[in-house]
Each structure stands twice: as C-alpha cells, then as structure tokens.
Antibody
Framework: QVQLLQSGPGLVEPSQTLSVTCAIS??????????WNWIRQSPSRGLEWLGR?????????DYAVSVKSRITINPDTSRNQFSLQLNSVTPEDTAVYYC??????????WGQGTLVTVSS | QTVVTQEPSLTVSPGGTVTLTCASS?????????PNWFQRKPGQAPRVLIY???NKHSWTPARFSGSLLGGKAALTLSGVQPEDEAEYYC?????????FGGGTKLTVL
C-alpha cells in the first residue's frame, strides 16, 4: 500500500518561500513508471496542477506555466521523498497543497494535504 | 495559455443519468490527453475515479464511466446516488504539463 505523508509549515509570510515535503512509503521515488506531483486546491482557483518530478534514466521536472518562474520540485532519493518550494508567495497562494502519485497516466495515491496560509 | 472547459453546474435526479464533458482550447480531446476525472467533496481530499479516458480504480463505483464524446472527454454517471453530489474536475495532459478544468458542480435533486 502506497502512503504519502506531508510535512511543512502552515503559515508563510508574503514574499517568503513556501516549502512542503512528501515522504513516500510503499513505492520508490526512483520508479521508472511513476511521477510525483504537487496539486493545490483553493476556493478561488479550484484544483491546480503545479508540477512533478520523475525518473526516466535521469531526473526530470515539469511545471505549470502559472508558477514556472517561482517553483522548484526536488527529489530526495536518500530519504525517498520529494519537496515543493514556491518562492515569492502572495495571499493568492493560500491553498491546501497535496502530493500525488501518478502511474500509467492515472493519479492514484494522495498525501493528507497541507493547508498553507500566506499572511503576515 | 491552454484552457480546459467544463460545464459549471449540472442537476440530476436520483437514479438518473448525467454526462459531464471536458473540452480543450487546443482542439479535440483524444486518448493521448489521458483524461483523468476527479471527484471532490467538501472537507475531503479529491479522489480520482477515471484515468486514461476510461480506466477505473479499484475504488471507483461501477456507475461511473469515462469516454470520448464529440471531441471531448466525458464522464457518465448512471443510476445517480445522493452521495454523488460533489464537484467533478477533469485533468488533461499536454505533453509535459497537466491542466485542470474549472470543475462541474453536480447537484442531485
């Protein structure tokens, strides 16, 4: 059974960096058939795919156009986890952030969600 | 900027059938867009019901099905139950990114 466990602060000040980590059990981040995604949910924006990291004989990351200039998703193979960093946050980035696995073009296992509020 | 469009809201009677659609601003949706359909209920994490057009997860109720219809991805609910009242989002793949639709609020009334 795959489990994703998220950790990270729930409050970030405007202009600072949002960081959330997702620890994987039951699968390996270096899987050749999975990708590791970040999705956020907010009342104003609905669901928004932010980006992913995956291994295919090398590490790759893809990002949504809307956040491409501010986002980094990094794998950590030693800890079997991956992280989201979003720079220069504004109140518009307030949302519940989820890490999600996709395998065979299907999204399946989710983290528990992290509510991040951007406020001073 | 790619836009994925869904019906903002639909209403269906219990026991009825309803089809939700998902269109792409780039043209016809094909299997190569690997459509995923998500259900979101208040206070709960979203869950994927259909992936890669018409594939079901082990937790997907049999009354949900996915297809391609008239150049769009489609999610059909047959024999709707009151607990199907929720928001439904489609997700399409564009080569190196995924894009969500704006969601359809389904009311069972």
């Amino acid at each position: 059974q795959v489990q994703l466990l998220q950790s990270g602060p729930g409050l970030v000040e405007p202009s600072q960096t949002l960081s959330v980590t997702c620890a994987i059990s039951g699968d390996t981040i270096s899987s050749n058939i999975a990708a590791w995604n970040w999705i956020r949910q907010s009342p104003s924006r609905g669901l928004e795919w932010l980006g992913r990291t995956y291994y295919r004989s090398g590490w790759y990351s893809d990002y949504a156009v809307s956040v491409k200039s501010r986002i980094t998703i990094n794998p950590d193979t030693s800890r079997n986890q991956f992280s989201l960093q979003l720079n220069s946050v504004t109140p518009e980035d307030t949302a519940v952030y989820y890490c999600v696995r996709d395998r065979d073009w299907g999204f399946d296992y989710w983290g528990q969600g992290t509510l991040v509020t951007v406020s001073s | 900027q790619t836009v994925v469009t869904q019906e903002p809201s639909l209403t269906v009677s219990p026991g009825g059938t309803v089809t939700l659609t998902c269109a792409s601003s780039t043209g016809a949706v094909t299997s190569g867009y690997y459509p995923n359909w998500f259900q979101r209920k208040p206070g709960q994490a979203p869950r994927v019901l259909i992936y890669s057009t018409n594939n079901k997860h082990s937790w997907t109720p049999a009354r949900f099905s996915g297809s391609l219809l008239g150049g769009k991805a489609a999610l059909t609910l047959s024999g709707v139950q009151p607990e199907d009242e929720a928001e439904y989002y489609c997700l399409l793949y564009y080569g190196d990114t995924w894009v969500f639709g704006g969601g359809t609020k389904l009311t069972v009334l």
